[in-house]
């Protein structure tokens, strides 16, 4: 009966005019931050917190967890329409999103992936609702060493996934980025690793510079050439039967990608991004199209964004019960809780019981009121990419230095993203993914800890990397595809093409003599 | 035939290939050499334990996948070839106006950054860069066109103040 009543209260504020006023707005805000590159999910909560300030303590929470779910499905607008993903979450969908565009689906695409965050989102508000308890114990259960080969895995992954068939190019754009992690303080003796005796380098190398050099700075050059003129503009006309009709076709992508994502959410550090990555793998995997993904295939676009947004729900799920975030966007959730009021933790059903209900009912607000608002924003989106692409980079350019600027307030952060934009050009012109390279900054500090702590709990000894079945599907898994693209492994599927090339040519001779035999008789 | 069914590696220049190949190697014994450095600095004990562990394992991994990606290239291309290729490209590269048209854009991006972003005020050196930028990419000897593309860099400047410093309260640089 308490379930009901919280329930009812959290609709009660939510439909208030200045609940409703906040909802939009948080929403609308949300979605226009995770459109424009360089201003994510983390910056716009952590913004809105602030904002928040003297807001009644509910109506901040529907807030921040407005805007919070807008910005994650915003990102995937400028990942389709530019290219760039306007948060790292969105990086998967840029992969299929944009070759989509170029064919003139953009609305359609955009659509789909709006459609998907939604029900991505959905999924997770009810694991979040029922399976907490059981996620968190699995989650829980990934030791230090796990953690490392995790961080690993989803590297080798990425790199797999991004490099349009050149696996070792995308396995050296993450290991570069797995590096470029490593400057600065190292997070246990506080050592400064390739600093030079930079105080700015001392901090480490933010996310946000390097993102938007990588993601923005190559799609604002390229616009110099002229060469993309118009690529874009073609028929973003779209109908929304058809639309509905993918994702009806989807059903099960859908599901599985939104219980995916949420998993990865789930898991401490982990986040959205991986969500993301993992769910686009594992419906590549079982796709029966594989030929068709990276060029543009609308499975790729469902399963990325509902992965993405399913992870929401799931690095929720670990704030509410232990405190601990799942991404970077859920530490900043949890600080605005803490600044709030309210205690999220073990204790979190005993002191204020009704916060659960109000999460849920809110989160489930916000993502109806997402996709309506971003079909909405779409037709404005479209229309921005509809001016000379020209005239529109430049100013692009502008929202990426701001971007590389608001985090930590420092030039500097400008002049890396200049740096990494360069080093982008050249991974553009090489065709290295710069996705791994991204992913390979976010997970390298986790690895870093995790693989030194894990060593230090059994004083080197390596082998506690071979005893739990969890750290042994992450090393077959990781050695596999590494192997895969060695000269052994090339002889042997040289040997292995061989053979059967020679039992189909017997096959033949045989079939071949048969038929002569009859014919003779 | 052995070929059937195997995914195609997208086309790039083989010569720059090999100089990518030899810059991560070379990147990857300077991290090998550093991560020695750092166990040695850091007061600790055991290797596994220490600053540098992360590093060599990424400098170990960057050496092997560097090594592979050389052998690849090599294979497919004899060094005769690449070298030549590179020559070609250095050509190609110093003739191509699309080139020289990055390389100005890059300038001047630079020269936002590194020279005006601080040390004026941000709406003038926003406006200039804009100005510069869009005159620079769509030029056209027209006064009518100048003026436009002059009022949308004012329109665009004023765009960008209104929305991050003064609805989203973003300090500017």
Same mark, same amino acid.
């Given at each position: 009966?308490?379930?009901?009543?919280?329930?009812?209260?959290?609709?009660?504020?939510?439909?208030?005019?200045? *609940?409703? =006023?906040?909802?939009?707005?948080?929403?609308?805000? !949300?979605? +226009?931050? /995770?459109?424009?590159?360089? &201003?994510? #999910?983390?910056?716009?909560?952590?913004?809105?917190?602030?904002?928040?300030?003297?807001?009644?303590?509910?109506?901040?929470?529907?807030?921040?967890?407005?805007?919070?779910?807008?910005?994650?499905?915003?990102?995937?607008?400028?990942?389709?329409?530019?290219?760039?993903?306007?948060?790292?979450?969105?990086?998967?969908?840029?992969?299929?999103?944009?070759?989509?565009?170029?064919?003139?689906?953009?609305?359609?695409?955009?659509?789909?992936?709006?459609?998907?965050?939604?029900?991505?989102?959905?999924?997770?508000?009810?694991?979040?609702?029922?399976?907490?308890?059981?996620?968190?114990?699995?989650?829980?259960?990934?030791?230090?060493?796990?953690?490392?080969?995790?961080?690993?895995?989803?590297?080798?992954?990425? *790199?797999? =996934?991004?490099?349009?068939?050149?696996?070792?190019? !995308?396995? +050296?754009? /993450?290991?570069?980025?797995? &590096?470029? #992690?490593?400057?600065?303080?190292?997070?246990?003796?506080?050592?400064?690793?390739?600093?030079?005796?930079?105080?700015?380098?001392?901090?480490?190398?933010?996310?946000?510079?390097?993102?938007?050099?990588?993601?923005?700075?190559?799609?604002?050059?390229?616009?110099?050439?002229?060469?993309?003129?118009?690529?874009?503009?073609?028929?973003?006309?779209?109908?929304?039967?058809?639309?509905?009709?993918?994702?009806?076709?989807?059903?099960?992508?859908?599901?599985?990608?939104?219980?995916?994502?949420?998993?990865?959410?789930?898991?401490?550090?982990?986040?959205?991004?991986?969500?993301?990555?993992?769910?686009?793998?594992?419906?590549?995997?079982?796709?029966?199209?594989?030929?068709?993904?990276?060029?543009?295939?609308?499975?790729?676009?469902?399963?990325?964004?509902?992965?993405?947004?399913?992870? +929401?729900? /799931?690095?929720?799920?670990?704030?509410? #019960?232990?405190?601990?975030?799942?991404?970077?966007?859920?530490?900043?959730?949890?600080?605005?809780?803490?600044?709030?009021?309210?205690?999220?933790?073990?204790?979190?059903?005993?002191?204020?019981?009704?916060?659960?209900?109000?999460?849920?009912?809110?989160?489930?607000?916000?993502?109806?009121?997402?996709?309506?608002?971003?079909?909405?924003?779409?037709?404005?989106?479209?229309?921005?990419?509809?001016?000379?692409?020209?005239?529109?980079?430049?100013?692009?350019?502008?929202?990426?230095?701001?971007?590389?600027?608001?985090?930590?307030?420092?030039?500097?952060?400008?002049?890396?993203?200049?740096?990494?934009?360069?080093?982008?050009?050249?991974?553009?012109?090489?065709?290295?993914?710069?996705?791994?390279?991204?992913?390979?900054?976010?997970?390298?500090?986790?690895?870093?800890?995790?693989?030194?702590?894990?060593?230090?709990?059994?004083?080197?000894?390596?082998?506690?990397?071979?005893?739990?079945?969890?750290?042994?599907?992450?090393?077959?898994?990781?050695?596999?595809?590494?192997?895969?693209?060695?000269?052994?492994?090339?002889?042997?599927?040289?040997?292995?093409?061989?053979?059967?090339?020679?039992?189909?040519?017997?096959?033949?001779?045989?079939?071949?003599?048969?038929?002569?035999?009859?014919?003779?008789? | 035939?052995?070929?059937?069914?195997?995914?195609?590696?997208?086309?790039?220049?083989?010569?720059?290939?090999?100089?990518?190949?030899?810059?991560?190697?070379?990147?990857?014994?300077?991290?090998?050499?550093?991560?020695?450095?750092?166990?040695?600095?850091?007061?600790?004990?055991?290797?596994?334990?220490?600053?540098?562990?992360?590093?060599?394992?990424?400098?170990?991994?960057?050496?092997?996948?560097?090594?592979?990606?050389?052998?690849?290239?090599?294979?497919?291309?004899?060094?005769?070839?690449?070298?030549?290729?590179?020559?070609?490209?250095?050509?190609?590269?110093?003739?191509?106006?699309?080139?020289?048209?990055?390389?100005?854009?890059?300038?001047?991006?630079?020269?936002?950054?590194?020279?005006?972003?601080?040390?004026?005020?941000?709406?003038?050196?926003?406006?200039?860069?804009?100005?510069?930028?869009?005159?620079?990419?769509?030029?056209?000897?027209?006064?009518?066109?100048?003026?436009?593309?002059?009022?949308?860099?004012?329109?665009?400047?004023?765009?960008?103040?209104?929305?991050?410093?003064?609805?989203?309260?973003?300090?500017?640089?």
């Amino acid at each position: 009966m308490d379930a009901l009543r919280f329930i009812g209260e959290a609709f009660a504020i939510a439909f208030t005019p200045a *609940g409703l =006023l906040a909802l939009v707005l948080s929403v609308f805000t !949300g979605l +226009i931050f /995770g459109m424009l590159p360089g &201003l994510t #999910s983390t910056m716009a909560v952590a913004l809105l917190t602030g904002l928040t300030y003297n807001f009644s303590g509910p109506l901040a929470i529907l807030s921040l967890l407005a805007i919070y779910i807008g910005a994650i499905s915003g990102g995937n607008q400028s990942a389709i329409l530019l290219n760039i993903p306007g948060t790292p979450a969105s990086a998967a969908t840029a992969m299929e999103g944009y070759p989509l565009a170029l064919k003139g689906k953009a609305g359609l695409t955009i659509f789909v992936a709006t459609g998907s965050s939604f029900f991505g989102t959905m999924i997770s508000i009810v694991c979040v609702a029922l399976f907490t308890p059981i996620l968190t114990k699995f989650a829980l259960k990934f030791m230090s060493h796990e953690m490392f080969l995790l961080a690993l895995f989803g590297i080798v992954i990425c *790199g797999n =996934l991004t490099s349009n068939g050149d696996p070792l190019k !995308g396995w +050296i754009s /993450g290991f570069i980025g797995l &590096l470029m #992690s490593q400057v600065g303080m190292d997070t246990i003796y506080s050592y400064r690793r390739f600093t030079y005796g930079s105080i700015n380098l001392a901090g480490g190398i933010s996310l946000l510079p390097v993102m938007i050099g990588l993601f923005g700075f190559p799609e604002v050059v390229k616009a110099f050439s002229g060469a993309k003129k118009a690529a874009m503009q073609q028929n973003s006309k779209y109908s929304i039967k058809e639309g509905l009709g993918i994702l009806r076709r989807n059903w099960l992508n859908i599901l599985r990608s939104g219980i995916f994502g949420m998993l990865m959410g789930a898991i401490p550090g982990v986040g959205e991004d991986t969500g993301g990555w993992l769910s686009y793998w594992s419906e590549k995997k079982v796709s029966k199209t594989p030929e068709l993904w990276t060029h543009g295939c609308i499975d790729g676009v469902v399963s990325a964004e509902t992965g993405n947004n399913a992870a +929401i729900g /799931g690095a929720i799920i670990p704030v509410l #019960s232990l405190a601990i975030p799942g991404s970077t966007s859920a530490a900043v959730l949890l600080a605005a809780f803490w600044m709030h009021g309210y205690r999220p933790g073990p204790l979190l059903m005993q002191d204020t019981p009704q916060f659960l209900y109000y999460v849920i009912v809110f989160m489930v607000l916000a993502s109806c009121l997402m996709w309506f608002l971003g079909m909405m924003i779409s037709k404005f989106s479209v229309k921005v990419l509809s001016v000379d692409i020209r005239i529109l980079m430049p100013i692009v350019f502008i929202c990426c230095v701001i971007g590389a600027f608001v985090v930590s307030n420092r030039i500097f952060d400008i002049k890396l993203m200049f740096v990494f934009g360069i080093l982008g050009i050249i991974m553009s012109f090489l065709k290295m993914p710069g996705a791994p390279f991204l992913l390979g900054i976010i997970l390298g500090n986790m690895a870093d800890e995790n693989l030194r702590r894990a060593l230090l709990l059994t004083h080197g000894d390596i082998s506690i990397f071979f005893t739990r079945p969890i750290s042994i599907f992450f090393i077959v898994v990781i050695t596999y595809l590494i192997f895969t693209q060695t000269p052994v492994y090339a002889r042997i599927q040289d040997k292995r093409d061989a053979k059967k090339a020679a039992a189909r040519a017997a096959k033949a001779e045989a079939k071949a003599k048969a038929r002569e035999t009859e014919k003779k008789d | 035939m052995s070929n059937e069914g195997k995914p195609t590696r997208p086309q790039t220049r083989y010569g720059i290939d090999l100089i990518a190949g030899v810059v991560t190697l070379a990147v990857s014994i300077y991290v090998m050499i550093k991560s020695i450095t750092f166990w040695k600095e850091d007061f600790v004990d055991v290797f596994y334990y220490s600053a540098g562990l992360m590093p060599m394992m990424i400098g170990v991994c960057l050496f092997i996948f560097s090594a592979l990606y050389i052998r690849r290239t090599l294979k497919e291309h004899p060094l005769k070839e690449c070298l030549l290729d590179i020559k070609n490209f250095s050509i190609e590269f110093v003739k191509s106006k699309n080139v020289h048209k990055a390389l100005v854009g890059l300038v001047i991006f630079w020269i936002y950054i590194y020279l005006l972003l601080g040390k004026i005020p941000f709406w003038i050196a926003t406006f200039v860069t804009l100005s510069a930028l869009l005159l620079f990419i769509n030029w056209e000897k027209s006064f009518k066109k100048i003026a436009k593309l002059l009022l949308i860099s004012a329109a665009a400047t004023f765009a960008i103040i209104l929305i991050f410093q003064i609805i989203f309260k973003v300090p500017m640089p």
